[in-house]
């Protein structure tokens, strides 16, 4: 099978004008394989996928690192005020008075995130400092207020706890991400393989071409003698010209076609510009004995259809819980203890330092909505229902997909080798054909029909090589799985770190 079609594809282009010839590049001929593997390391598609799923690589890195405790510093460097400015006197009576201050300050601390609460802990320690600028009335004053140490906890009653919901939610899209990611490979690989193989059909319909245009060039040069010698009219020698011409012209469209095949696989696969590119077909093709049962098991298992879905569903769960929160009872509490103490002396600050609470407790409750909290509640509860039902659709859509990508690799398994003995059948039949017309047992009208036949025969054995890696990739893409290895395919890029 696979024989037939190098000899006939070698033959062919050897028979290619000597311009053409001389073009033969002097670097390796490229293997499918091979410009799969350049799409997927520097090709632009690649490049476009490996930049989503760093994004979510570091998103999800950024969300991780903020549930580690957080070092934070703040301060106020200068808040000055000089001015007159209205003083509420200790007998309640207020008094414009001329002011000129400035205040200034730093805290520095730890924070903590506690996920089984939603809430969040810190200690920090903070000094403050008030200068009062001489005027008329006042002298200069300076004061310190330093608080050593300051433990704060923050916490939320009854709401829902949106660091837990928020990490299930992060975890999944990253997930969706890496799935993704392998997804977006397998299209790659699906892409190169469709643009390989466009690359060889066009140079073997410009090898055809070629190899036609020797054929009728010769017949001409025939039926010229032949009508020169009464042995045929005029007619079928005009036909034999035509057929010459449109041979001629057809390399010509045949040449066109290729260069343009070979562009558009340069560019898939970022191939260097200015060097030559040749390509050579696989020798043999994997044979996948694959079991739909299997596929659509694996399918549902690694594709980033079914993380989707398990994502959508969180969103949607969430959304409910928030909806009911806002219809009852919640509360948030503040609440801190430490120490603190204030002297004008930075030193005497931090001396004998005097006890320090704080406590806030807020609390809200709906009484009268009108039917709003329900009607959100109802609202979200429908969302929740329509992500189901979506997610079931595109899981059975998943599923389906599967099953029949792997039949459909089969049949491209059998057409495969029916199209190579098709092409070794209607090659012998234009040579039986070509040299039964130059004894003159057959007319040109059955030459001809022979040699459309070879013509098809030689494209149909080319499409079939492409039907069939491309189904074999898209099946990979759909089951995110190696047949052939028997094991889930990976991130190679992780593997090499």
Request: glycine share 4%; proline share 4%; hydrophobic share 40%.
């Amino acid at each position: 099978m696979r024989r037939y079609s190098l000899i006939l594809c070698t033959a062919a282009l050897s028979s290619l004008p000597a311009a053409v010839s001389a073009q033969a590049p002097a670097a390796p001929p490229l293997t499918l394989q091979a410009a799969i593997d350049m799409a997927q390391q520097n090709g632009p598609l690649a490049d476009v996928a490996r930049n989503s799923r760093d994004a979510a690589r570091l998103r999800n890195d950024a969300f991780n690192a903020r549930l580690l405790p957080q070092l934070f510093l703040s301060g106020n460097a200068a808040n000055l005020n000089r001015g007159i400015n209205p003083i509420t006197l200790p007998d309640g009576s207020t008094q414009f008075i001329g002011q000129a201050q400035n205040q200034s300050s730093l805290q520095a601390g730890f924070s903590q995130a506690i996920p089984l609460t939603g809430g969040t802990i810190s200690v920090s320690s903070m000094i403050s400092r008030i200068d009062q600028f001489a005027t008329s009335a006042t002298p200069y004053d300076r004061r310190y207020q330093t608080s050593p140490v300051v433990i704060g906890i923050q916490q939320d009653l009854f709401k829902p706890r949106n660091i837990v919901w928020n990490r299930r939610a992060q975890s999944l899209a990253a997930s969706v991400a890496e799935r993704g990611y392998l997804e977006a490979r397998e299209d790659v690989a699906a892409s190169v393989a469709d643009a390989f193989f466009n690359l060889y059909a066009q140079e073997m319909a410009l090898a055809n071409a070629t190899a036609n245009v020797v054929v009728n060039d010769t017949l001409y040069t025939l039926n010229k003698g032949r009508f020169e010698v009464g042995k045929i009219g005029e007619n079928d020698l005009l036909k034999s010209e035509l057929a010459l011409l449109r041979a001629r012209a057809a390399v010509d469209d045949a040449r066109l076609a290729r260069d343009r095949a070979e562009a558009s696989l340069r560019r898939i696969i970022a191939y260097p510009e200015g060097q030559p590119l040749t390509i050579v077909t696989p020798d043999e093709i994997p044979v996948v004995n694959a079991d739909p049962a299997v596929a659509v098991e694996q399918a549902v298992k690694n594709s980033s259809v079914t993380e989707q879905a398990a994502f959508d569903k969180v969103a949607a769960q969430r959304a409910i819980v928030e909806a009911k929160s806002s219809n009852r009872l919640t509360a948030s509490i503040q609440a801190s203890v430490g120490f603190n103490q204030t002297s004008s002396d930075l030193g005497q600050s931090y001396q004998s330092p005097l006890s320090k609470q704080s406590l806030a407790v807020g609390v809200t409750m709906p009484m009268i909505q009108w039917g709003a909290g329900k009607a959100e509640v109802q609202s979200a509860i429908a969302d929740a229902d329509r992500a189901t039902a979506n997610n079931e659709i595109r899981l059975d859509a998943l599923r389906e997909d599967a099953k029949f990508s792997v039949l459909q690799l089969q049949q491209a398994q059998r057409n495969i080798a029916l199209a190579a003995k098709a092409d070794t059948v209607a090659g012998k039949q234009f040579e039986v054909a070509r040299n039964r017309y130059i004894i003159g047992k057959i007319s040109n009208t059955d030459l001809y029909s022979a040699q459309d036949q070879k013509d098809q025969a030689v494209l149909s054995y080319v499409q079939a090589l492409r039907s069939y890696w491309t189904a074999y990739y898209h099946l990979r893409r759909v089951t995110l799985y190696d047949f052939v290895a028997q094991k889930p395919l990976t991130d190679t890029e992780e593997v090499d770190r």
